[in-house]
């Protein structure tokens, strides 16, 4: 008997993904809402531990995840019995039940998918946080998250320890301590993956549904303040089913064929860790991590491993398009590029492929972490790049003026969009959900408009997120930050352009009557407590912030007037 059969009990085999017929409706309908031009699919009643394995026999000995840096990798039978391991001593030495919240803070390795999916087996619910978190930012997400224990690695450990004393907050920290060894006061990672005598069996008391929490992602939303974006079950593999389809961005994965992956943009956010890890580990792939973005790692893994695809945020792709050593070659096993995060101009893409020499597939999709992420994605082949594609089937699209009246073809104003990859809410803020939809569907914050034929165009943002090298830097998050400095009265901060990473934040501050301050020492003070990418680089000096009669910061007013 083979060590598959043993370790694994399929409720599902030979699953085959449903192809995605052209819809014979309209795309437009009479109360001007926009259709998929595809086929609705049926979206598996199960949970996400049953659909990332479910097909685990036709690929039990291939890799599926292997870093790019030191070549530590599991197969995916590996990785199947890894998790179920952790899982079982997760539930029975942490006692983690149905819903407990647990907090990964890592960098991309091997070992993310076998962390992920040994949560959700115990039963719990996995949020995960930037690993360049300061302290400040990680106690306010263990406290809005009531994170029970948090895994990490060596390096990161200090800081965790740092915010649990802010948080006043004592929980377990397991340490990864595959090839390091871990800090005192920490649990052993390795002990608890490679104990060979746990009874499985604890696993068959976890109840899991698919519309249960299974990932909480925090996002700033349109507007303020991170908040958890619950992701059921369903929802993830919601939109894993509607990638399986014409829109499909890989081979088959067979005896005699595997399509590889590269991620190096971050597991700890929704596109990678739902694109990458979650759907492309659910069909086959081979997913070479690589822990950050280094130039010169970054383009000999693409020689070494033959990259199939690329999933890049658009600093990578202005990379790729004008940095001196990427020739044709980095290119010649690559079959598609996708990028997303952040809009993309036409004249940076035709940078890349004149790099590549080649056709490659290249396209700009949209989505947002409650969506799972992923909204639309252009058919395979378009050779268009101002526009993100038709929306996946099962999803509708509507765009609307500012009293939420559905506009027609062509008409700018936001978008709203429904299906089963839209999240459940937010977590415990049941104003901010409200605000976030209207009925069951999710106000994007995003402006656009939508052709006759269904491409959507996205044009501006409504919601008030600055953009930095495509990461999310909330006005209010930084607000709050610098009106704690004792010399703050008031403060607004808005995003202006930057030639580097497209926008940066600039603060604008009032400071307290009879109070000074200077410009260095209230930047010393914000930067010493966010992550890199939120620095303010620039603070000035007002009398008071532009506001309207209810009190909200009038950024536009800011912008036009001071920057």
Known sequence: MSLIVN?????????????????????????????????????????????????????????????GVTNRGYTYE??????????????????????????????????????TMGILAAGGVVTTMNPIYTPYEVQRQIILSEANVIITNVDIAPTIKEALKLAKRNIPIIMLDITESRLDGTISYKELVEDHHVDLDIL??????????????????????PKGVELTHKNLISNSEQQNTELRQYSYTTASHQDNTLVVLPMFHSFALSVQMIHKMTVGLKLITLPKFQPEVFLNTILMHKIHSMYLAPPVVLFLGSHPQVTAKHFEHVKTITSGAAPLPSADVQRL????????????????????PVVSLPANGQKTYDDVGHCLPNVQMRIVDREMKNL????????LVRGPNVMKGYFKNPQATKETFDGDWLRTGDIGKIDKTGLLFISDRLKELIKVNAYQVPPAELENVLKEHPAVLDVAVVGVPDDVTGERPRAFVVLKQGVTSTDKEIMEFINKRVAPYKKIKQVSFLDSIPKNASGKILRKTIKEQYC
């Open 7 to 67: 370790c694994f009990k399929p409720r599902f085999k030979n699953l085959i993904f449903p192809s995605c017929l052209v819809r014979d409706k309209s795309i437009w309908t009479s109360e001007k809402i926009v259709n998929s031009p595809y086929k609705d699919i049926d979206i598996p009643n199960v949970t996400l531990n049953d659909y990332m394995f479910w097909n685990l026999e036709k690929w039990a000995t291939k890799t599926a995840v292997i870093c």
């Open 78 to 115: 590996q990785v199947y019995k890894k998790s179920r391991v952790f899982g079982a001593n997760l539930k029975k030495k942490f006692k983690i039940k149905a819903g407990d919240v647990i907090a990964v803070m890592l960098s991309n390795g091997p070992e993310y998918p076998i962390i």
């Open 204 to 225: 068959n008391e976890v109840q899991s549904n698919c519309d249960d929490v299974a990932i909480l992602l925090y996002s700033s939303g349109t507007t303020g303040l």
């Open 353 to 372: 492929l004149h790099k590549a020499g080649r056709d490659v597939d290249f396209c700009q999709g949209y989505g947002l972490t409650e969506a799972g």
């Open 408 to 415: 027609g073809p062509d008409k700018v104003g936001e978008l």
